[in-house]
C-alpha cells in the first residue's frame, strides 16, 4: 500500500526546474503531456509508483511531393 500523504513535484526532464504538477504515491499517468513553465517545453512522459519515463518521439519526417 502506498502512502497517500507522500507527494513529490515533477521535475522537467529538460531543464530539471520544478513543474507546477505534483504526483501521490497512486499516481498514474500514460501519454501525458508535461510542459515547462521555465523552458517552454513540452515531454510526454509516463508515471507509474513514483517513477517517471519519458517517451522519445520519432522525428517527423518530412513530405516528398
Not at 497517500?4 to 530539471?16: D, S
Amino acid at each position: 500500500m502506498y502512502d497517500m500523504e507522500l507527494k513529490r513535484w515533477i521535475f522537467c526532464p529538460q531543464c530539471e526546474h520544478k513543474t507546477r504538477i505534483r504526483i501521490r504515491g497512486d499516481t498514474v499517468l500514460e501519454n501525458f503531456p508535461l510542459f515547462c513553465p521555465k523552458c517552454k517545453q513540452e515531454t510526454l512522459i509516463n508515471v507509474k509508483e513514483m517513477n517517471m519515463s519519458v517517451i522519445k518521439e520519432p522525428d517527423a519526417k518530412t513530405q516528398s511531393r
